[in-house]
């Protein structure tokens, strides 16, 4: 069982930064960052391959939003740069195994989420 833990949301400014963490316990293969605003679907924007460190980034954010791994603190991060108003969500991590089929990118590939932290950017 993976627990997931974020810390990090809060209020600011377009153009501003912010940085999300995601403590975690357990094994994990592949983490994500995943936000959800009011009345949109859940949409995964930033994932990384604990193993190999390989990223992938949603053209959104591509560009302006980093997601790293400290392996030591088994703790995951999103810097958000740039940010835009239209970036204002409830931010999620998190984590699944491997997965063998076609939309593993996906929230529905995903068992494991943290709470959610809300991230709001005002123009």
């Known amino acids: 069982q993976v627990q997931l833990v974020e810390s990090g949301g809060g209020s600011v400014q377009a153009g501003g930064s912010l940085r999300l963490s995601c403590a975690a316990s357990g094994w994990t293969y592949y983490m994500a960052w995943f936000r959800q605003a009011p009345g949109k679907e859940r949409e995964g924007v930033a994932f990384?391959?604990?193993?190999?460190?390989?990223?992938y980034y949603v053209d959104s954010v591509k560009g302006r939003f980093t997601i790293s791994r400290d392996n030591a603190k088994n703790t995951l991060y999103l810097q958000m740069n740039t940010l835009k108003p239209e970036d204002t969500a409830m931010y999620y991590c998190a984590a699944r195994p491997p997965c063998y089929s076609s939309n593993c990118r996906s929230a529905s590939a995903f068992p494991y989420w943290g709470q959610g932290t809300q991230v709001t950017v005002s123009s």
């Open positions: 990384l391959l604990t193993g190999s460190g390989n990223t």
